[in-house]
Every structure is written in C-alpha cells, then in structure tokens.
C-alpha cells in the first residue's frame, strides 16, 4: 500500500511540473513575441554630421545635405554615407570600413587609404545587407604602416555619390 501511495505522489508531482512547465514556457513565449527593442534613438544630437570632403575623429562620419541634389554637378543626388565602423579592432588587426548608404540599390565604392605621399587604394559593390546598402571593405594590417591614415570613402551608382572622409591611427 505505502508503494501504491508513493507511485500516486510521484505521478501526481509529474503532473504538477508538466503543468507548471507549460505554464512558464507559455509566459516566457507571451513575453517574448511582445519585446520590441527601442531601435529608435530619442536624442539624434549626439550623431556627429560633417560635409563632403571635412574630416573628423569622432567614431561615426554622416554626411547629410540640406538638398537632395547638388547643383555643381548637373543635378546628380548626393548620397549619405554613414561609417559604422573605420579602424582596428586590435593592434596589427586589418583597419575595417563598415558603412551604411542611403538611397543606393547598387554602384561602386572606393577607398582611398592616404599617409603622407602613400596612397592605396581598394574597391568593392555596393552590398545589400538584408534592411540596408552597405560598402564594406577590410584591408589588411600588411598593406600600410603604423601611423595616422587618411580614409576617404568614395560611393557612386549612376548619377549619384557621395563622399566621406576620416583619419584613422593605425597601430
């Protein structure tokens, strides 16, 4: 009889957790299809913006242009250019370009790597990152020396561009 008992108890505690199991996975599933992550900053002064061609050394380079278009150069749209990521992770790392364009479905994009009288230059497409067009680029640690570097990151698709500029110390 106390073997009969203790087989109920242990069902009856089975039970218990299976239910209160489902009951945990059914509130954790509630509360993670209604998290919505804040992807919307709520203070845009901390975005440092710069014009075509001006250099800076905060960590992100936006260009932004009061008019969509540039009349010096036959009405062609200039592009915003945000850099994402322009350095080195570590010391003796590759330097990283990562950037964000807007208004581009495509083109070329070009980096213009400068020190002194060294020049070195490297291009890539126009790439499409799953929500946004990016030109990304990584240039080995081997290709330059210690020292500061000037980046300019050049985009274009058809008659569009847009220019964005950064010195970048490469250790």
Same mark, same amino acid.
């Given at each position: 009889?106390?073997?009969? +008992?203790?087989?109920k108890k242990i069902r009856r505690n089975k039970k218990l957790l299976l239910v209160l199991a489902i009951i ?12 919505? /992550? $804040? ?5 845009? !002064? +901390?975005? /440092?913006?710069?014009?075509?061609? &001006?250099?800076?050394? @905060? ?5 932004? $242009? ?6 010096? $150069?036959? %009405?062609?749209?200039?592009? +915003? ?6 350095? &080195? @992770? &570590?010391? &003796? %790392? /590759? ?7 807007? +208004?581009?479905?495509?083109? #070329? =994009? ?6 002194? #009288? ?8 126009? #790439?499409? !990152? %799953?929500?946004?067009?990016? =030109? $990304?680029?990584?240039? /080995?640690?081997?290709d330059l020396s210690a020292g500061t570097w000037t980046i300019k990151i050049s985009v274009a698709q058809n008659n569009k561009s847009g220019t964005? #500029? ?6």
């Amino acid at each position: 009889m106390k073997i009969k +008992n203790k087989t109920k108890k242990i069902r009856r505690n089975k039970k218990l957790l299976l239910v209160l199991a489902i009951i945990l996975a059914a509130i954790v599933s509630i509360i993670l299809l209604n998290y919505k /992550p $804040n992807t919307k900053s709520t203070d845009e !002064s +901390n975005t /440092p913006t710069i014009t075509t061609e &001006q250099k800076t050394e @905060d960590t992100a380079t936006v260009i932004k $242009n009061d008019t969509p278009t540039d009349s010096t $150069n036959n %009405g062609s749209s200039i592009l +915003n250019i945000t850099t994402t990521a322009l350095g &080195q @992770d &570590q010391k &003796q %790392g /590759p330097i990283l370009i990562r950037t964000i364009v807007d +208004n581009v479905t495509g083109g #070329s =994009c070009t980096y213009k790597l400068s020190k002194g #009288s060294i020049i070195k230059n490297y291009g890539s497409e126009v #790439s499409f !990152s %799953g929500t946004y067009y990016s =030109c $990304n680029y990584t240039v /080995p640690y081997a290709d330059l020396s210690a020292g500061t570097w000037t980046i300019k990151i050049s985009v274009a698709q058809n008659n569009k561009s847009g220019t964005a #500029s950064k010195d970048v110390i490469v250790e």
